[in-house]
């Protein structure tokens, strides 16, 4: 596609619920990455893939956090018994190669009831 | 680790006038990118401009120009000519020039209010 794209845009979910947020890279990017964004903070980082590969996940903030991108495009973001402070909104981001401009989609918003 | 701090929460400014975002940043290394990202109420982030550590000029992107004291850790962004259409939530960010340490690191945010 001509961007990244993000879905879904918005998702509420009850306190405990498990939640899948998807991101669509730009077609042949090798990087693709994770953020957390809070209410009127900045983007906070959680995990980075080159192709398949996970090469940084030090910014999941618990085992509760899993993502995975299995064939180097599409990447999921999976939060399982979500909390209420897990409310925010999730970017996702790819870039061509490691050195290269990163492309934000427009996020999905997570509010955990 | 490295830190990226805009210490402005909210700036405004009258249409066609000049405005100034300030922020400042710490780090041990001495090869690193920095950028402003702007983020409309649509939530993407749109890159304005990039500069390179390395390099002493100051970037320029037509109205968007930064004033960059790597001595100071400082890395100002100043739009000229401000529009209606620059409303928005500025983040500065910091990126690693080292292969597999790429992730960005933001600053809080400016909220940016153009008045007609």
């Known amino acids: 596609g001509a961007g990244v794209s993000q879905s879904p845009r918005y998702k509420v979910a009850k306190r405990g619920q498990d939640v899948a947020l998807r991101c669509d890279p730009i077609?042949?990017?090798?990087?693709l990455f994770w953020y957390q964004q809070a209410l009127g903070q900045g983007p906070e980082f959680l995990t980075y893939f080159q192709n398949e590969a996970q090469l940084d996940k030090s910014g999941l903030p618990s085992d509760r956090f899993f993502a995975e991108r299995p064939e180097g495009s599409v990447s999921t973001l999976k939060i399982q018994r979500t909390q209420q402070e897990d409310s925010a909104v999730y970017l996702c981001?790819?870039?061509?190669?490691?050195?290269?401009?990163?492309?934000f989609g427009q996020g999905t918003r997570l509010t955990v009831v | 680790a490295q830190t990226v701090t805009q210490s402005q929460p909210e700036m405004s400014v009258q249409e066609a006038e000049t405005v100034t975002l300030s922020c400042t940043y710490d780090t041990s290394e001495s090869d690193y990118y920095l950028f402003w990202y702007k983020q409309p109420p649509s939530r993407q982030m749109i890159l304005v401009i990039r500069?390179?550590?390395?390099?002493?000029q100051n970037a320029t992107e037509n109205r968007f120009s930064v004033n960059f004291q790597k001595a100071a850790k400082s890395f100002s962004l100043k739009i000229s000519d401000s529009q209606l259409g620059d409303a928005a939530m500025y983040f500065c960010a910091y990126r690693s020039y080292l292969q597999g340490a790429q992730k960005l690191v933001f600053g809080q945010g400016t909220r940016l209010t153009i008045n007609p």
């Open positions: 500069q390179e550590a390395y390099k002493q």
């Open positions: 077609s042949g990017h090798v990087s």
């Open positions: 981001a790819s870039s061509l190669d490691w050195n290269t401009e990163a492309f």
